[in-house]
Structure formats: C-alpha cells, structure tokens
C-alpha cells in the first residue's frame, strides 16, 4: 500500500510486543535458568537442595497427564458428536454451559470437587488426596477443549462422504471408522495435545486435591519455592518442564503441519430420530448434566451449608475483618483487588495482543519466529513466570516488588496469546481489497486500521477481552508468588482458606469460589454472545 | 481527466508484470484493457491508482506526475474486481465511505437501485453489489474512473444489460474511464478504443473495429477467437495457405495469415482443388460452425449458413473468400 512507511510502522508495532515478552518473559524466566545452571549470585540463605526424587515426580507428571487425556476424549467425543450432530431445544445454552468450566479457575474447580468428593463431601465417599479425584477434575476442566475444538470441524463434515461410504456398501460402523474418525483425526490430535500441555502443566487442582504424595512439576516447583526455599532446586525443575513443554509443543506443530485439512461445509444439524439416537442423546446429556453441573452446584450449596443447617454465615463472614485470621482483611475485599488487576490486565494483553497480531498480518522475514516467541508464554508454566518474576523482578535496575502493576504484568502475559490466538485468523481473512479499496476512496494510511480493520474485528475483539478478563481474574500459579501477602486475589484467598482447617475457613472459600464462578462466567458468556457466527478464532 | 502512462514496468522478483507500458487516455474518453489473465491489465490499473508503485516510468494525470502520490490523494475512482464492499457498512454506509456528503439517494437511482441505502451488502444479489460498487466508486466524483472486470463474475444476459447501461452512465457523466476485461465484447461494447495486453506489454492499440478488422499480430488474432492462422508463402500476389490459395495484396516472401471462418466456403456439389472432410458441426442459431480435416493441415473453421451447413462426415470442396483474408504484420513481438 505505501511501500516506503509500512515496514517501519509495522516495525515500531512489532516493538512494543517485543518489548513486553522481552522484559516480562524473557528476563525473569532467562534469569531462572542461569540460576539453576548455577550462574548469577546465589541466593542468601538457600541451601543448595537436592533434587531428590526428580524422577518419580516426572513420572507422575506424565502418566496422570496420558490418563487425563484419554480418559477426556473417551467422555468428551461423544458429547462433541452430540452436540455438533443434532439440533436440540437449548443447545445454545448447553454450549454455553460446557465452556463454563474451562474458564474457571482451577482454584474453583479444586474447591468445587473437594465439597462433592472431599472429608464430609456431598457423595459421602472421600476420594481428595487420591489419583482419582485429580483425574475427575481434569476431566472436568477440558471437555469444553474437546467439544470446542472435535465439536467444530466434526458439525462442518460433508456427511456426504459418510453417505457416499453407506452406498458403497459399508455398515454404519464401517463407515464411522474408515470416513469420519480419519476426517476427524487432525482435530483430535490438536484437542488431545491441549489437553495433554494444561494436564501436565496443571497446579491448582493437584495442589488443592492431591494431598501431600501427589505432584506435578509444577506443584513441586511452587512446594521447593515456597516450603522448601529450595531455590536452586526449583529452578531446575523448572528448566526440566520448560523443556518438556518445548518438546510437547514441538511435536504438536510438527504433527499439525503434516495433518489434511477435512473438506468443511456449513453445519447443518438435524433432530435426532429412532430410539437409538435419542437414547445416544438423552446418556451423553445425562454425563454432561452429571459431571459439568453436579459439582458447581455443590459449591453453591456448600456456600450455604452451616453446621446449623443453611445460612448466610460464611457470606456474611466474607465481610468482616476478625472472623479469619488467614485473611488480612474482609475476605470480600479480595473481590475489588481480583477486578482492579484483570481489567489492567485485560488492557494490557489487548494493546499487546492487537499489536502482536496486526504484525503477523504483515508480511515480512521473522515472522515465523515472532509468532513462536508469541506462544511461548502458552507452553510456560505459570509457576515458572511467576519464580521467574519474583527472582527477577525484585532487583535495579527493575524492581517491581511494590508496583501495583506486577500481578497485571503476570496476568498479562498469560492472557496474551489467546487474545493473538482470538483475533488473528479473524485480521487474516480480512480482504486486503477491502484496506485498498478504502485508500482510493481517499483514506489516509493511518486511519484505514481504524475505518476498515476495528469495525471488522472488534466482536472478537469484545470476545477475546472476555476471555482474557476471566483468564486474568482466575490467574493461580504466577498470581501465587508474586500477589503482596496484604492485597491477595480471589484465587489466592480461596487457596490460603482451603489450607487452613475449620468450617468458617472452607466456608468463606466456598463462598468466593462461586463468586469467581458467577465472575468469570458472566464475563466470558456475555462477551461470548458478540462474537459473529462462524467467524474464525481458536477457543 | 486526461491519464498519461510513460514508460512503466513493474517487476517481481525476475517477473515482468509490465514491461515499458505507454498510454495515453484523453479526457472523456473510455478505453478498455483487453487481455488473458496474467496479462498485466490489472496491475496497470493498480499502478494508476496508486496501489502498485512502479519500478520504472511515470504516471501523470492531467499534467501533473503522480506517479509518488499515495492512493488516497490521487482523486481517481476504482471499483474493485468482485466489488469488495464493505460487509460492515450498510448500502448507503459504502457509499458514503468516500464521501461522506454523498448524495446517496440520487448515486442509487442513478445506478437503478432506489430505496436500496439501508440493506446490507450481504443480502444483495451479484448484479446489485456490482451497481453499489459502481455508486460507491463515483461518490467522490472522481474524474477518472477505472473499472476492474466490472462484470466478471456476472452471468452472461445480466453482462449484455448492464454493459449497455455502463455505456449509456459513462456518456452521460462525461467522465474519463479506464476498464480491464477479459472478454473481448465487453470491451467493444463499452470502450471508445480498445487496447490488447500481452504478457505485460501493449499488443495493440485502436478502436474496437479497427482491432478486429486487422489485428496486429498472430497473438492477437488467436486471443480475439480466431484459430485459422497461418504462415503462408505469398507469390506473384497468391498466397499459399495450408488450406489452399488464395490471392492477396502482400509483398513475397512468408506471411502469418488469418482466414476468417466467414471466408471458408464449403460446397457439396462441384469439385475443387481442395477437399476435406467435416470432422465436427456445431447448430449456432444464425449458423452452422464447422470443423474441416484437410489431409496435412491444422483443422478449418468455417461459418455456414444453417440452409447449406454440410454435415459431419461429408466431403466438402473448400475454396477461401480473398475479402476475408487478413495480412498480418511479420516479426510480431508474440
């Protein structure tokens, strides 16, 4: 368009994620690993830990992820068949309630199994510090990427391959193996190393059900850190996951890019017909119902539920300073703090995001590695952001420590790549007739963005700051380290209260996590609606 | 507006996708780019336009070098190959994209579309985005106004009304107009002068009689539909075609030829000197086109009329009319 002035505009946009990711990503998790190949100075006061039984928690980490993960598409697939295959009364909002959990916290989703399955739980069977319990969590937490992702392309086959097999002779069965399942592989691999990257990489869940003989890396990282004040020992471990994650994400991408694309048409569901199909339908409904709504309901209930029968008094104990010593103020105050942080760090991750991704669309050289360096922070454990910052952060020439910006900064970062991941295939598929149409029209360069590109983008714009907004309030792992002891956020509040013993502690936490629920929730389904059917973007 | 273009070429890379093009385009005349795809058109008018910067040469409207002048400062109206409108706007919201004091109501009567401003872009057929399209573009009252295959995409009996109906507009509004196009009635039918592409060159430059009376190369001859040409060895005023002789006005010595398949005369009845069979006869309403074998040369065309067509198998003695034999000029660049 004008051939002189946009590289070095797009230059000057390009700095400013550069800048970001280079300050908040970079240097604290660089940081981190120079410290755990034992450069830089050693840390006052920390012994050097041994590593004791790296192994054994590596192991752990990588099974319960394989379990969770298979055990995920075997109850999810289904509901993805469901859900995109027939045309059911509500299913807008049964889709809306699937995506429920995968926006909550783990925080929230470690509390709301602890009140169904945990000491004095509504099924009455104790099953928290098992395996089992950290399994049923994930499970929870990720049909919605299976549905979301599976669900998507498996709505927009052409059945006319299936029908075309069917009169070629093949059984139904027959025809399920050799033509969908083949078309649907792609996107069951993309859901399946999703799936597998946020198990492995899972805190909140482990840590809140687990009980003290489970960990991941990542809960070992935050236990040697913040127990342990094994530092060095951390830093190794986090290097051995950033590393992990590095391979997993590289498989993926080499998986991906040999993968077919299925040939898409747009979805037409149909009604459901014969008793076999409506009985398909009614067991997955019936699953869905049971496993995503059973345990937020319980977490409602378990707000109310006092000893003396229901009652307000865990609510109205959020309000008031002496009633817990954990807390050092009014529990409901947390409330205030978690909103002031997300919305600075919804700002944050859009004018980061918007820029990353208004440069992708350009073409030039080092976009390649630019968009990889994008995704990193996806592939990083929020633990390791977190260390990283606070072993990084904390020193001149940038001490952060006091800044009220350090959690946004944290939340960020994490938010970031979803918001690029929201907004890029939609800026992509913008006809670049549309920007040239509009200069001959007698637009100036600098305003074509605004006059051509925002009003084309902004639903999802409006949807990815949803996403973003729920992301930055429900933040655990970096929030964790760095949130001032005086000023927690809602997750952390809900973490310190579900480690202290006592009702009125559990309670109280009971009562935030359904408060962060209803937040995040309402965020994400409000700004859910805006965006256009059928328009691009990841999750 | 007057648009001159002195000798512009842009590369890709090693592609030439203009190579030295020179036009001149005089104010209120309308003239078509014809050419294949491939061919260059559209790039010339994206260098026009602003939107293509050349690698050499010059674009000067009406005495004024433009040729650094960025897009939106060049007063020039473009409407896009497939309309490009903008889906976020309603009808009325492109048109005044431009201008925003348009005169709405009147720019839509003007292209037969009243009452159309508040619909949305997505519900208008193909031939009423190509109307908005049009509006849109003369909104700003641009002087020049350059169409990029207005009618591509259109079926054929919308094409024939609306390229009456452009040609109709162009002449009432005066303005300057500059169209690509592929196919060949298009242009005659909208354009004052016509001028052939070829590979990122002009092939040929004249009116849209001239251009077809007596094409300029063998390239053009084929790209205008024409497939019995030749070289021929001319002698003492005859010509030697592989499909038989024939007397023209050249020069000796060898020369591409055009036998129009008007000039092809097929008879039953009386031998000739040279006899072929009818391999193919295809019903075209007004006439009988029909494909000949002749033993050692390439396949014939010939325009019959329907009451004595020969039909497929027959032996046909074929004599060529010396009206309908065109000269073309030798070395032709193509």
């Known amino acids: ?539 | 507006m007057s648009l001159s273009v002195s000798g512009v070429s842009v590369r890709f890379g090693s592609f030439a996708a203009l190579a030295d093009v020179e036009l001149e385009v005089a104010e209120h005349e309308v003239v078509a780019v014809l050419g294949p795809s491939g061919s260059g058109k559209s790039t010339l008018l994206r260098v026009v336009a602003g939107l293509q910067e050349p690698s050499a040469g010059r674009v000067v409207l009406d005495g004024v070098d433009v040729t650094k002048v960025p897009p939106h400062r060049r007063g020039v109206g473009l409407m896009f190959q497939d309309h490009a409108l903008f889906t976020h706007k309603d009808v009325a919201g492109n048109i005044r994209f431009g201008n925003a004091w348009a005169d709405v109501a009147s720019l839509l009567s003007l292209v037969g579309l009243p009452d159309a401003g508040p619909r949305a872009v997505v519900t208008l057929s193909g031939g009423e985005q190509q109307r908005v399209a049009l509006a849109r573009a003369l909104a700003p009252s641009p002087k020049l106004l350059m169409l990029d295959e207005p009618l591509g995409q259109l079926d054929r009996e919308l094409r024939e009304r609306l390229v009456v109906e452009l040609r109709r507009l162009f002449v009432r509004l005066g303005t300057t107009v500059l169209a690509v196009t592929h196919d060949q009635r298009e242009a005659f039918a909208l354009a004052d002068r016509v001028v052939v592409m070829a590979g990122g060159r002009i092939a040929q430059v004249g009116t849209p009689r001239d251009v077809w009376e007596q094409p300029a190369s063998e390239f053009v001859a084929r790209f205008l539909g024409f497939t019995n040409v030749a070289t021929a060895s001319v002698e003492a005023g005859t010509a030697a075609t592989p499909w038989g002789r024939v007397a023209v006005p050249a020069a000796p010595g060898p020369h591409p030829v055009l036998v129009r398949p008007a000039g092809v005369l097929l008879s039953v009845d009386d031998p000739g000197d040279v006899t072929g069979v009818v391999e193919v006869a295809t019903f075209a309403g007004e006439r009988v086109e029909v494909l000949v074998r002749i033993d050692g040369a390439p396949l014939l065309e010939a325009h019959c009329p329907v009451v004595s067509a020969p039909t497929v198998g027959e032996t046909v003695a074929v004599r060529l009319d010396p009206a309908q034999i065109v000269v073309l000029p030798r070395n032709s660049s193509e």
């Open chain 1, 1 to 539: 368009m004008d051939p002189d002035g946009a590289p070095l505009r797009t230059r000057l946009l390009a700095l400013v994620p550069l800048a970001f990711l280079g300050v908040f990503f970079v240097y604290p998790v660089g940081t981190l690993v120079a410290i755990g190949l034992g450069f830089g100075e050693p840390i006052p006061g920390v012994p050097g830990g041994s590593l004791g039984d790296v192994g054994g928690v590596l192991w752990f980490t990588v099974w319960q992820a394989v379990a969770s993960t298979v055990l995920t598409l075997v109850v999810a697939l289904p509901g993805a068949a469901v859900l995109a295959r027939f045309r059911l009364p509500f299913s807008g909002l049964v889709r809306a309630l699937v995506t429920v959990p995968f926006v909550l916290p783990t925080v929230v989703v470690g509390a709301a199994f602890l009140a169904l399955i945990g000491p004095d739980g509504l099924l009455g069977v104790e099953l928290d510090r098992t395996v089992w319990a950290i399994l049923a969590a994930h499970v929870f937490f990720n049909y919605a990427v299976v549905v979301r992702i599976v669900g998507s392309v498996w709505a927009q086959l052409d059945r006319r391959s299936v029908e075309a097999a069917r009169v070629l002779g093949a059984s139904r069965p027959r025809a399920f193996l050799r033509v969908t399942l083949p078309a649907l592989r792609p996107a069951i691999a993309a859901a399946s190393s999703v799936v597998f990257l946020f198990t492995f990489t899972s805190f909140g869940i482990v840590q809140i059900l687990g009980g003290p003989s489970y960990a991941t890396l990542e809960v070992e990282i935050y236990r040697r850190t913040v127990y342990l004040l094994d530092l060095s020992g951390a830093a190794v471990l986090s290097m051995v996951q950033f590393a992990a994650v590095a391979v997993l994400l590289a498989v993926d991408a080499a998986l991906t890019g040999r993968q077919r694309a299925a040939r898409l048409v747009p979805a037409s569901p149909r009604s459901p017909r014969g008793f076999g199909e409506w009985a398909f339908v009614g067991v997955n409904l019936v699953v869905l119902v049971g496993l995503l709504l059973t345990p937020l309901a319980v977490l409602v209930e378990r707000s109310f539920a006092t000893s003396d029968g229901y009652g307000l008094t865990y609510w109205r104990a959020l309000t008031s300073a002496d009633a817990s010593s954990v807390l050092p103020a009014p529990a409901l105050e947390t409330v205030g703090t978690s909103l002031r942080y997300a919305v600075t760090a919804t700002l944050l991750a859009l004018v980061v995001g918007i820029c990353a991704a208004v440069v992708l669309t350009r073409p030039g050289r080092l976009r390649g590695a630019f968009g990889l360096l994008l995704m990193l922070p996806l592939g990083t454990s929020a633990v390791t952001v977190g260390f990283g910052f606070l072993v990084a952060l904390d020193e001149p020439p940038l001490d952060l420590r006091d800044s009220a910006l350090l959690v946004p900064f944290a939340q960020a970062l994490v938010a970031v790549p979803f918001v690029v991941r929201a907004v890029l295939p939609v800026l992509r598929a913008i006809d670049n007739r549309l920007r040239e149409a509009a200069a001959v029209l007698g637009t100036p360069p600098g305003r074509v963005w605004w006059r051509v590109d925002l009003p084309l983008v902004w639903r999802s714009l409006a949807a990815a700051a949803g996403f973003a907004f729920a992301i930055s309030l429900g933040e655990f792992g970096a929030t964790v380290f760095i949130a001032r002891a005086d000023n927690p956020t809602i997750p952390v509040a809900i973490a310190q209260l579900l480690g202290r013993p006592g009702e009125v502690n559990s309670g109280q936490a009971m009562a935030l996590a359904t408060i962060l629920m209803v937040l995040c929730a309402a965020s994400l389904i409000a700004l859910d609606r805006l965006r256009p059917t059928g328009a691009g973007g990841e999750l």
